[in-house]
């Protein structure tokens, strides 16, 4: 995580206050990959453009899950969840979320086949089980090298 975010996590830390909003972003290697570090740097210079800072809390998270989503963010305590963020976005996330309290519905995840908006809790559902299923796939993964890794070690002696 970048120095401004340890610095935060430490201010939070020695004075914890209220924020009328958390957003968390998913910094995980994806959403990284896709453009998280400059969504953040952006959400936070326009956080602090409209003299926010004591409101809305950002917050850098590991991986969300949805990495083919990404970069993902969750505004709470709404719970809006917003997908393929980019920094050219920030703008009007900070003044219909955050000022107004509007949803961007452009930012939502909607189903592909039919494209209809998934309600929140499904999306954290979908999302959990997405995850569930990376995770086993990689452990299977592992275990399916480590496996012939070292059948090749057997045949060698």
């Not at 393929?84 to 995840?109: M, N, P």
Request: aromatic share 6%; net charge positive.
């Amino acid at each position: 995580m970048s120095d401004s975010s340890n610095a935060a996590r430490a201010e939070t830390l020695e004075s914890p206050s209220l924020y009328r909003a958390n957003v968390l972003v998913c910094h995980g290697t994806s959403c990284t990959a896709s453009g998280s570090p400059p969504l953040i740097e952006d959400l936070r210079a326009e956080v602090a453009r409209r003299g926010l800072e004591s409101e809305v809390r950002i917050v850098e998270t590991g991986c969300r899950g949805f990495c083919a989503m990404g970069p993902v963010m969750i505004v709470y305590p709404e719970g809006i969840f917003y997908c393929q963020v980019q920094a050219s976005d920030v703008k009007d996330l900070v003044e219909e979320t955050l000022v107004k309290g509007r949803v961007l519905q452009r930012l939502t995840y909607r189903e592909p086949a039919t494209h209809q908006a998934v309600p929140f809790y499904e999306q954290i559902r979908s999302t959990a089980s997405n995850f569930a299923w990376c995770c086993a796939t990689a452990v299977s993964s592992i275990r399916r090298a480590s496996r012939s890794t070292s059948r090749v070690a057997v045949t060698r002696r």
